[in-house]
T-cell receptor, first 114, second 114 residues
């Protein structure tokens, strides 16, 4: 079945460091891909998305490119801030499935040191 | 803007007790889902609904019941709680036909079963 694999955390970086969180997926066809973020004590919220191959999603300085050839959707940010400390989830929605059935990775906890 | 509201936020149960986690959304979304979040396992889909009167099972449905009598409400029932159901539960909603498939999450309900 469809699945998402993301790098295990926790990831600890200093402020202004470069961030990469790896995400690969297994799915038939062309799924939609997402990154969700969960700040402490809150529910998840959509960070960015891409719906077709070679699309780049971006938001709040974060970027991710849909790579069909490597089945990847890695999250990057050039200069992280303390406020970026959160848990990040990679997710996919299979083509033809409802939005009720989004599949999530295990999450990567990111901590940023001042 | 209320969005997705979950109650209670915290609950402690004894093994064998029953309870209902409430979820309500005010965005007129057709789709609603329940996920559980466990360390190292990300979010796993319990049950979902594509509209009033229609529900279906997700990845981990055993031990849980749902119903969807109105568009707004999607309660999750634990009939006989077990320690394995200790988790954080998230309700989510989304709009049918949304090209993005974006989910809107509640703040979560932390359940401990002793």
């Amino acid at each position: 079945g469809d699945s998402v694999t993301q790098m295990e955390g926790p990831v600890t970086l200093s402020e202004e460091a470069f961030l990469t969180i790896n995400c690969t997926y297994t799915a038939t066809g062309y799924p939609s891909l997402f990154w969700y973020v969960q700040y402490p004590g809150e529910g998840l919220q959509l960070l960015l998305k891409a719906t077709k191959a070679d699309d780049k999603g971006s938001n709040k300085g974060f970027e991710a490119t849909y790579r069909k050839e490597t089945t990847s959707f890695h999250l990057e940010k050039g200069s992280v801030q303390v406020s970026d400390s959160a848990v990040y989830f990679c997710a996919l929605k299979s083509p033809g499935s409802s939005a009720s059935k989004i599949i999530f990775g295990s999450g990567t906890r990111l901590s940023i040191r001042p | 803007n209320a969005g997705v509201t979950q109650t209670p936020k915290f609950q402690v149960l004894k093994t064998g007790q029953s309870m209902t986690l409430q979820c309500a959304q005010d965005m007129n979304h057709e789709y609603m889902s329940w996920y559980r979040q466990d360390p190292g396992m990300g979010l796993r889909l319990i049950h979902y609904s594509v509209g009033a009167g229609i529900t279906d099972q997700g990845e981990v449905p055993n031990g849980y019941n749902v119903s969807r009598s109105t568009t707004e409400d999607f309660p999750l029932r634990l009939l006989s709680a077990a320690p394995s159901q200790t988790s954080v539960y998230f309700c989510a909603s989304s709009r049918a036909g949304s090209s993005t498939g974006e989910l809107f999450f509640g703040e979560g309900s932390r359940l401990t079963v002793l």
